[in-house]
């Protein structure tokens, strides 16, 4: 064995020196040196008495107890790594300390002073506790990018970058916040369910740029349909492939056919239908094709009824039918109201 410098061999034959002489005494003071050694031994393994051993831990010079891989003095770091640590009782860490890697929490877990655990059984729990708030706070590299505080009746999750707060749940994102009051609920497939922003409530679509006099629920599909409330001009509105913008213009959403209806509050109980078409992203003008007023008039491609005029059906000039329907309909050619039955039979009711 090697203790220090020394180096021995074979112990056998010190045993058969005589008694009183150097070499005995000398062999006395090895065997005591062993003895020494040993308990030395005992006490780092297991033991909890014996000698000064019980308040210091001696380390070999690779850095590991006795051999222990768990347990090792890095001491080009000057730090104790521990691989597996399991505390029985209360681990205390300092104020300034760090812990670095993976925290795992087993049941009953407390981190923090005054804090009482509502343990349930089987659950691991890790309770982070003050006299009258709970704080976490979270950081990387040093910066304080946010914390999650709960002050005994609310909690509060703070993101103190200019990023998202995100809730996943089997791994899949269900809910996201993002700055400037933008929240969005996920379908838990990689798909939008719906977007609530500055602009309005879009569903199954992020809401385009409306007015800001409008608050729109708008809901997304092949051709994106939408609902309007216009706050200031007392008025609602449902959109069809289409939007009002910031511009006062009407932006079609996808390509074609659009439509409009509109429920005038400031005039009373007037109701207007109108009809366009455009391209994606453009602006076009909408049509009114029918409009029932305030006063009972049925404008049909007219927006303003005669005057005096109450409970009436108007009709603008229209083109001629060149074709039979079941049943027969009925028209203003060149100011004259005509009628065309079902045998292609034209007859003028009414002279312009």
């Known amino acids: 064995m090697a203790i ?51 308040s210091q831990v001696i380390f070999n010079d690779d850095g590991t107890l006795r051999g222990d891989p768990d347990l090792i003095f890095n001491t080009a770091l000057n730090k104790l790594v521990v691989t597996n640590l399991e505390a029985t009782a209360a681990l205390t860490v300092g104020t300034t300390a760090t812990i670095i890697g993976v925290l795992t929490a087993g049941t009953n877990s407390i981190i923090g002073t005054g804090s009482t655990q509502n343990a349930a059984a089987g659950r ?48 899949l994102a269900q809910h996201r916040i993002e700055p400037l009051g933008i929240f969005t609920w996920y379908d838990g497939a990689g798909g939008t369910r719906m977007t609530l922003n500055s602009t309005g409530l879009g569903v199954g679509v992020t809401p385009s740029a409306w007015a800001t006099n409008r608050r729109p629920l708008q809901i997304g599909g092949l051709a994106s349909g939408a609902v309007a409330l216009n706050g200031t001009a007392g008025s609602g509105e449902i959109f069809f492939n289409s939007f009002f913008n910031a511009s006062s213009q009407n932006i079609c959403v996808v390509t074609g056919g659009t439509g409009k209806y509109d429920f005038n509050v400031s ?52 083109t001629a039918p060149t074709a039979n329907v079941t049943g027969g309909q009925l028209y203003v050619e060149a100011g004259a109201l005509k009628y065309r039955g079902s045998s292609g039979t034209i007859t003028t009711l009414a002279n312009a």
């Open 267 to 318: 005039t009373v109980g007037c109701h207007t239908w109108s009809i366009g078409t455009g391209t994606a992203g453009n602006s076009f003008t909408f049509t009114p094709a029918m409009t029932l007023d305030a006063s009972g008039n049925l404008l049909v491609g007219l927006t303003a009824a005669g005057t005096t005029a109450a409970k009436t059906i108007q009709i603008a000039n229209g």
């Open 4 to 54: 220090g410098q020394l180096k021995f061999k074979d112990m056998s034959n010190l045993s058969t020196l005589p008694k009183g002489d150097s070499a005995w005494l000398l062999r006395k003071a090895i065997q005591r040196v062993m003895q020494q050694v040993s308990v030395l031994e005992t006490n780092i393994g297991a033991s909890t008495t014996g000698n000064s051993a019980n």
């Open 124 to 171: 691991g729990n890790l309770t982070i506790g003050g006299t009258s708030s709970a704080i976490l706070n979270l950081s990387i590299n040093g910066a304080d990018t946010g914390y999650i505080i709960h002050d005994g009746t609310n909690i509060t999750l703070n993101n103190r970058t200019n990023g998202y707060v995100e809730f996943f749940a089997n791994g």
